[in-house]
């Protein structure tokens, strides 16, 4: 099998290019490696020399639609995660949470062979008064970025009728692992506690009696390669569940 992962430098992406090429598939990884995306040569430093890199933006791509028809699956990893920057800068939020999947979209064949993966998030669904989610759980945005994430999420249901196109969207927690971007400025629950231990400094805690649903990396990898290898039609929606780890 032949894998197309954009935003193959970043933390998911890269991940999952190791995974994929862990089972002996081929795998095309193209990243523009931008700024504050957590996207860096570094992670794709031992697998380099057995991918087929592309350093470009997707907007940057020549002739896309032959890119997508010489492979068997699109994992589309693009994006960002930093909730509190993309407050303050919405626009470059739009580039990367929604532009760049509608790029990729309108390349796509009217009834593609291939097969597209689309990594969404849970905090599409925002903060449910009874804590449970389930695929049609409501999503009611708080914040840019999950209003972006709903949008990616929306045009792949448009594209996917349109088009006849065969896509799963996965919604998953927060994820931690190999090439997590710990030292930047929002670093999110998981990386503050690494920092901190790796400081060797005291972890406080504030709260009480709180739940985060956490997911390792590597095991997030190897679902999206179960679920590529499976039949799938038209648009579906699977939540990705890790683990529910109590904070306090």
Known sequence: MKVLILGAAGFVGSNLTNKFLNYGHDV?????????????????????????????????????????????????CM???????????????????????????QAVADNPSQKFIYLGSRVQYGNPKNGVITEETSMKPEDIQAIHKITGDYYYSFFSKLKNMDTVSLRFPNCYGKNQPIFREETGLISSFIIEALKDKEIIIYGNGRKRNIIFVDDLAEIIVRISKKDFKRFNVFNVSGNSILIH
């Open 28 to 76: 095309v990884a193209l990243d523009g490696l931008l700024d504050q995306t957590g996207g860096s040569i570094k992670n794709l430093h031992d697998v380099i020399d057995h991918v087929d890199f592309i350093d470009k933006r997707i907007e940057d791509v020549k002739n896309l639609p032959l890119l997508i028809r010489s492979v068997d699956i699109v994992i589309d």
């Open 79 to 105: 994006g960002w995660t930093l909730h509190y920057e993309a407050i303050l800068d919405p626009l470059y939020d739009f580039e990367l949470n929604v532009k760049s999947h509608l790029v990729l979209l």
